[in-house]
């Protein structure tokens, strides 16, 4: 009996573990990384704990043209494997700057706008890891970043 206590409390653990210390792994890099939920430092990459803001503290270089405010798709991914809720749903501006964005899929995603909540696989476009090893960068994108969105009109109070 102490033998399945013991058991299920070790199972207890480990899910608590997976939820609270998520894992990201970048595929076609062959990098996993894992990190303690809400212990991550910041530095204005996208949404705090994004994918992005996940890849720039351990240093995988992942282009965010437009420093991660959801005006552009060179943060693309595409997410090959999540466990449930392991990245927050796109809002509607994610899901309208997807539409732009260069090889789309059903499994895409910003980014500098998906948060971790637990374990998730996602590949980085090889266009965008061959334009970053070949010297590009967010200064030089030019034609690729698609133009901001334009925003009605505001109404002026007289
Ligand atoms: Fe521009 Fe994510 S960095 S949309």
Redesign the pocket.
């Known amino acids: 009996m102490a033998q399945v206590s013991r058991y299920n409390l070790r199972l207890a653990q480990a899910s608590r573990y997976n939820k609270d210390v998520p894992k990201v792994t970048f595929s076609n890099l062959n990098r996993t990384v894992e990190f303690e939920s809400g212990k991550l430092p910041y530095d204005d990459h996208?949404k705090p704990e994004s994918l992005?803001d996940v890849a720039m503290n351990f240093g995988i270089t992942l282009e965010?043209?437009?420093?991660?405010?959801?005006?552009?798709?060179?943060?693309h991914v595409i997410v090959k494997e999540g466990t449930d809720g392991a990245l927050t749903p796109p809002d509607e501006d994610e899901l309208d700057?997807l539409d732009t964005a260069p090889g789309l899929t059903l499994h895409s995603r910003?980014?500098?706008?998906a948060i971790v909540k637990g374990d998730v696989i996602v590949e980085i476009p090889a266009w965008n890891i061959n334009y970053v090893s070949e010297g590009g960068g967010s200064m030089n994108l030019g034609d690729a970043i698609p133009p901001a969105k334009s925003l009605p009109p505001k109404d002026i109070a007289h």
């Open positions: 996208g992005l965010h043209a437009c420093g991660g405010s959801c005006a552009c798709t060179t943060c700057r910003l980014g500098c706008q």
